[in-house]
């Protein structure tokens, strides 16, 4: 083979590679938006902690006490109320340094009685099962008109 299209060749090889890499990244985070979306819903319903602690990996609730999590969905219910719709916005698909493996993170928006909020989702699928690595919420009130940070 001609050494100028050893470059070319090699130059073509990367990029399938990185095409190949970022379809698999996609798809990633298509198979977890589900989840995502039945997380938020399944927590937001009736502001259950249960039913985060059910589904949070280890390491999330090694770096955040059960009573941390129960707080933090209380305070929710207080800022938001009952919750009319949600609607996921965003994800994406991220490599860690500090968790091996790709996570998922995904913004979704619920409109509540009193306040409008934007949940952040952060999953990890381990085997066949998804496991939530992280649950924030941003709140602002209905007529702030503020996007998500």
Same mark, same amino acid.
């Given at each position: 083979m001609n050494k100028l299209y050893r470059p070319w060749l090699l130059a073509v090889l990367i990029a399938a !590679? $990185? !095409?190949?890499? =970022?379809?698999?990244?996609y798809s990633l985070m298509k198979e977890? %938006?589900?989840y995502a979306e039945a997380i938020v819903r399944e927590v937001s319903q009736d502001w259950n902690a249960d039913k985060?602690?059910?589904k949070a990996?280890?390491?999330?609730?090694n770096a955040f006490p059960e009573a941390d999590i129960r707080k933090m969905i209380a305070d929710c219910a /207080? $800022?938001?109320g009952s919750v @009319?719709? =949600?609607k996921t916005l965003a994800g994406q698909v991220n490599? %860690?340094? $500090?968790i091996p493996g790709k996570t998922t993170l995904y913004v979704v928006e619920l409109n509540g009685e @009193?306040? /409008?909020a934007w949940v952040r989702v952060k999953l990890q699928k381990i085997d066949t099962e998804w496991k939530v690595l992280g649950f924030w919420l941003q709140s602002q009130p209905p007529s702030s008109g503020a996007k998500p940070q």
């Open positions: !590679a $990185a !095409a190949c890499s =970022q379809g698999s990244d977890g %938006e589900p985060l602690i059910a990996d280890p390491r999330m609730l /207080n $800022a938001l @009319k719709s =949600q490599v %860690e340094t $500090a @009193k306040a /409008n």
